[in-house]
């Protein structure tokens, strides 16, 4: 029987911000952005409970599995593409964590969205996090 290394698939790079949004357009983005973050998350833990299931099983029912996993890791490359494609950066597959690059005050800083939130709520700084979120009531739109 392979080890388990061997059952870990490729791996999913992460989404790169290709744009800078202001609130406003961040917000108009939200409709398609929520649909393809909802599909990452679903995809992601499609992924996850393939790839469970796939360490159980031995011989050619292990590759049959370790190739679904690896279709199923290839669609949600797909979807992180697709947010790339639109300037979006993906922080959490699990959760649906994005962030949108904006500036305030002559840097640049991130516009958070989680799945769930019916618009962008908070900011935070480059190397803050989520942790660090602040309310965009504090932002200066025409940046």
């Not at 917000?27 to 649909?35: A, C, G, K, M, T």
Request: glycine content about 6%.
């Amino acid at each position: 029987m392979a080890g388990s290394q061997s059952l870990s698939p490729q791996p999913v790079h992460p989404s790169r911000p290709r744009r800078r949004f202001t609130l406003t357009e961040a917000n108009r983005s939200l409709p398609l952005v929520r649909r393809i973050v909802a599909d990452i998350v679903q995809a992601q833990q499609v992924a996850s409970e393939l790839h469970t299931q796939a360490e159980l099983l031995s011989g050619r029912e292990q590759l049959d599995a370790q190739g679904e996993v690896q279709r199923q890791m290839d669609r949600l490359q797909e979807y992180v593409d697709e947010l790339t494609e639109i300037g979006v950066e993906l922080k959490d597959f699990q959760t649906g964590l994005i962030d949108f690059v904006a500036r305030h005050q002559g840097r640049d800083i991130y516009l958070c969205w989680k799945l769930g939130e019916e618009q962008i709520t908070h900011w935070h700084e480059l190397q803050a996090g989520f942790a660090g979120r602040q309310p965009v009531s504090m932002l200066e739109e025409g940046e």
